[in-house]
């Protein structure tokens, strides 16, 4: 991998260069190294899905509690409403819901919104 990434040396020539560094096992050491590769992108690939799973979950929970609070506080909460709570990151969600707390209307949770 080392002389993948830092000697720019294709793939290709990567088995010539194995066969000399160690004889007769050169396709052996090849099968190693992608199958390291293979297992690192398996990892990489699964720690993004965690990670995006895991925000999706924290924006949905936040987005549900949102929704009922304002709800209990609001009454039935228009459709622009439901609309950007539907859509908004988990860190603008847990902004608005802190903004509800004291908040007297539903202008002053969600400020310049369009509410057509």
Same mark, same amino acid.
């Given at each position: 991998?080392? /002389?993948?990434?830092? #000697? +720019?040396? $294709?793939?290709?020539?990567? +088995?010539?260069?194995? %066969? *000399?560094?160690?004889?007769?096992?050169?396709?052996? *050491? *090849?099968?190693?190294?992608?199958? %390291?590769?293979?297992?690192? +992108?398996?990892?990489? +690939?699964?720690?993004?899905?965690?990670?995006?799973?895991?925000?999706?979950?924290? $924006?949905?929970?936040?987005?549900g509690?949102?929704?009922r /609070?304002?709800?209990r506080?609001?009454?039935?909460?228009?459709? $622009?409403?439901?609309? #950007?709570?539907?859509?908004?990151?988990?860190? %603008?969600?847990? $902004?608005?819901?802190?903004?509800?707390?004291?908040?007297?209307?539903?202008a %002053?949770?969600?400020?310049? /919104?369009? #509410?057509?």
């Amino acid at each position: 991998m080392y /002389l993948m990434n830092i #000697w +720019g040396i $294709a793939s290709e020539t990567l +088995g010539d260069v194995a %066969e *000399v560094v160690k004889p007769r096992r050169g396709k052996a *050491v *090849v099968g190693q190294i992608v199958q %390291e590769l293979i297992d690192r +992108g398996k990892a990489q +690939g699964l720690a993004q899905g965690l990670i995006k799973g895991e925000a999706k979950g924290e $924006a949905k929970g936040l987005a549900g509690a949102l929704t009922r /609070l304002l709800e209990r506080r609001f009454g039935m909460l228009p459709r $622009a409403v439901r609309r #950007w709570i539907a859509t908004a990151p988990a860190s %603008e969600l847990d $902004a608005r819901f802190t903004d509800s707390l004291d908040a007297k209307s539903l202008a %002053e949770v969600f400020p310049g /919104l369009d #509410w057509n």
